[in-house]
């Protein structure tokens, strides 16, 4: 009987053991699914912190999200049949909030890249392979607010969402910016321009003797390349003139002030005059700038400098106010005599010259490179040089020769600005495109870019929306569109398809190349609106990861910032399932088949980023 009783009571425990397990199992796998979900205000800082520390770390094995899964990719597939569930995204560490994966020291050092420092090629774009990317939220740093409106935010930021203040005591004497309690104000200062940007430019246009100091000249002057801009208070000043400046910076020593810029609401962008050609088209600038840019414009052969000639217009400037053009000590003499001696050989010529600024003025023509002696240096470019491919092309340092067209019209032939936004430029030909097709072109995105109003009206006011992105800009209509709105816009064209961001400049826009399988050149939380035309199709052609770019255009966009996509049905749906883990909001779904010219089944879906905060950061506004 005991014997019974003791095989009895071994039954019951395993029995009892195996329920246990089960059970377990059960609670394992039920919350285990689910922690991911868990909201990012409760448990945002907290949540996965290893994930960034152990991409730090250098951890080959470490999980970091992993490759993402082929179906991820892959639109319009059912949820049953092997298709996109949709899925939570963890929070980043609190210490990634200003994370831009492409320009991430931490990645360079992690990588071992033998890189030449001297070349500033550690400044370059050096992305991420797919499975060592971060698949997680870019948390805002405590105490985050909602940006102050344009144009109030020209002249102060909150603390907070840049709590970066080495540049005020560093650049005191310099009147860059000033802390003042919980804001940093901007008196539109800088190295060169201690009583502010205002003056430096009327001073500017002063000397090339424009009509009422008007630096854009009657509108012939309008786009402008500044280098080395700090806090970009030039662009800035610049705005009032109807210029617009690619306000251009590396994340360098001076950290932040490309991230200040935008904060700002001023057009700016990350990249550096290192190893590869900036990303911009040939002839698109009637004005570089370099004010005190710490750019030695002698090195390789004077390589820099002759992609600041590669971007220049017919007839354009270059505005350089640094020691070598005024001082008197041994060293800067020597520099100035060098470098005028290779301005000289380039055909520029010195247009004015004064105080601590001299202008030197691009020719118009070619006549002077033909008149050059045989053998002269720099060379000019190879004739099969494209001047306008430029995604990781490498510098060259030769000159590039104007077209035919442009020697013949002796400079580009634009209307002034405004006229030239809609008036079909000489370089349209290059892609065989009529004048009739162009007006066309602007036309439909007129209505387009109208209707989307009509569907943000019940969410913006006025002042909403400043720094906006067109992710596949084309002809630069969409932003044409927009003129009468207090916005600016980055025109983004593919690498990999037509190079018309040259028509964007001539219509006296700007914008940039770019990959949208990689991240974008930009701090954090650097736009209200980005409008995405066909883009995940796009990238679907190319095997890239849907979701990468859901994370991405999150990374990029302001809470409470909107996107627009203009897509296939398909891509539509695919996106719907990703807002509960994106903190996105649905806030309005169109389709375009009333529309005339309609190309396809697109459907226009507009979405809203919430405010979210972690829990620390949250802890810290309360």
């Not at 509960?580 to 088949?593: E, I, N, Y």
């Amino acid at each position: 009987m005991r014997g019974r009783s003791d095989g009895a009571q071994s039954k019951r425990l395993l029995t009892s053991v195996c329920i246990g397990a089960v059970f377990l199992v059960f609670l394992y796998v039920y919350f285990g699914s689910n922690s991911a979900g868990e909201s990012a205000l409760e448990y945002g800082s907290r949540s996965l912190r290893k994930l960034g520390s152990s991409y730090l770390s250098g951890d080959e094995d470490s999980d970091l999200g992993g490759k993402q899964d082929e179906s991820s990719f892959k639109f319009g597939l059912d949820d049953g049949e092997d298709g996109i569930v949709a899925k939570s995204f963890p929070v980043c560490d609190d210490r990634h909030s200003e994370l831009i994966p492409c320009l991430d020291r931490h990645l360079i050092y992690q990588m071992r890249l033998k890189l030449d420092l001297s070349l500033m090629e550690h400044y370059e774009r050096h992305c991420p392979l797919p499975e060592r990317r971060y698949n997680c939220l870019i948390p805002p740093p405590a105490g985050y607010k909602i940006p102050i409106k344009w144009p109030k935010s020209r002249d102060e930021v909150w603390k907070a969402n840049i709590p970066h203040t080495h540049l005020a005591h560093e650049k005191s004497d310099q009147n860059w910016m000033v802390v003042k309690g919980d804001k940093i104000n901007f008196p539109g200062g800088g190295t060169h321009f201690h009583y502010g940007a205002g003056k430096y430019i009327a001073s500017m246009a002063n000397m090339l003797n424009f009509s009422k100091d008007n630096l854009n000249n009657e509108g012939r002057l309008r786009t402008v390349l500044d280098v080395g801009c700090g806090v970009a208070s030039f662009g800035a000043y610049l705005l009032k003139s109807d210029i617009i400046a690619m306000s251009l910076a590396p994340n360098d020593v001076h950290q932040n002030q490309i991230q200040f810029a935008l904060e700002r609401g001023i057009p700016a962008f990350l990249g550096v005059l290192g190893t590869k050609r900036l990303p911009y088209p040939s002839r698109s600038f009637e004005l570089a700038h370099c004010s005190r840019c710490r750019i030695d414009w002698l090195q390789r052969d004077g390589l820099l400098l002759l992609e600041l000639d590669r971007l220049l217009r017919p007839g354009g400037y270059f505005a350089y106010s640094s020691p070598e053009a005024y001082a008197q000590d041994e060293e800067d003499l020597r520099i100035w005599r060098e470098m005028s001696a290779l301005v000289e050989r380039m055909c520029w010529r010195i247009a004015a010259k004064r105080n601590q600024t001299v202008i030197w003025q691009k020719p118009l023509t070619n006549d002077c490179y033909l008149e050059r002696e045989p053998g002269t240096h720099p060379p000019m470019c190879r004739s099969d040089d494209d001047p306008d491919a430029v995604w990781g092309v490498a510098m060259e340092a030769c000159i590039t020769p104007y077209s035919d067209q442009d020697h013949k019209t002796r400079g580009s032939g634009l209307a002034p600005w405004p006229a030239r936004l809609t008036s079909p430029p000489p370089r349209l030909a290059d892609f065989g495109y009529s004048s009739e097709m162009f007006e066309k072109n602007t036309e439909l995105w007129r209505r387009r870019v109208e209707n989307y109003w009509n569907l943000l009206s019940p969410k913006i006011s006025s002042d909403t929306l400043r720094n906006v992105m067109d992710m596949k800009a084309n002809l630069g209509s969409f932003a044409a569109a927009l003129k009468d709105k207090n916005v600016w816009v980055m025109n983004v064209i593919p690498e990999d398809g037509p190079k018309t961001l040259k028509i964007v400049y001539d219509r006296g826009l700007i914008g940039t190349t770019h990959n949208w399988c990689e991240a974008f050149s930009t701090y954090p939380r650097t736009y209200d609106l980005l409008h995405a035309w066909t883009v995940f199709s796009d990238i679907e052609k190319k095997g890239c990861s849907g979701e990468d770019l859901l994370l991405e255009m999150d990374r990029i966009l302001r809470p409470t910032g909107f996107i627009i996509i203009r897509d296939k049905q398909s891509v539509i749906e695919f996106v719907k399932k990703y807002l509960p883990a994106l903190h996105w909001d649905a806030v309005a779904t169109a389709d375009s088949t009333s529309e005339p010219d309609q190309e396809g089944d697109e459907v226009v879906f507009v979405i809203q980023k919430k405010l979210w905060l972690t829990s620390e950061s949250f802890r810290d506004t309360e």
